[in-house]
């Protein structure tokens, strides 16, 4: 019953900033830690950054200082602020989030993707 939504994916030239949201909604107890990926053609799905139900995040090396997340527990609603993107960034980002459905079943979950190109 659990699903996670992304949106806000794009073109976008080098230097150029973009915000991805990914939103939680079905039968949901609770929602821990919430976090963005990525998947670069020809190469391996990677962490972006994380954070926690408390607001506590952490970055891929490559991103701190650029890539800011945030999080509204009362909308279920993960985001991702991208600034000074690179051709680099170019991948398709992922949702994912730890979530209960009750309070003795937690379970990953992943949204659909949505598409980041960085290009001029």
């Known amino acids: 019953q659990v699903q996670l939504v992304e949106s806000g994916g794009g073109l976008v030239q080098p230097g150029g900033s973009l915000r991805l949201s990914c939103a939680a909604s079905g039968s949901i107890f609770s929602i821990g830690d919430m976090g963005w990926y990525r998947q670069a053609p020809g190469k391996q799905r990677e962490l972006v950054g994380a954070?926690?139900?408390?607001?506590?995040?952490n970055y891929e090396d490559s991103v701190k200082g650029r890539f800011t997340i945030s999080r509204d527990n009362g909308k279920k609603t993960v985001y991702l602020q991208m600034s000074s993107l690179t051709p680099e960034d170019t991948a398709v980002y992922y949702c994912?989030?730890?979530?209960?459905?009750?309070?003795?079943?937690?379970?990953?979950?992943w949204g659909q993707g949505t598409q980041v190109t960085v290009s001029s």
């Open positions: 994912r989030a730890t979530i209960k459905t009750t309070p003795w079943r937690q379970d990953v979950y």
């Open positions: 954070i926690s139900s408390g607001g506590i995040t």
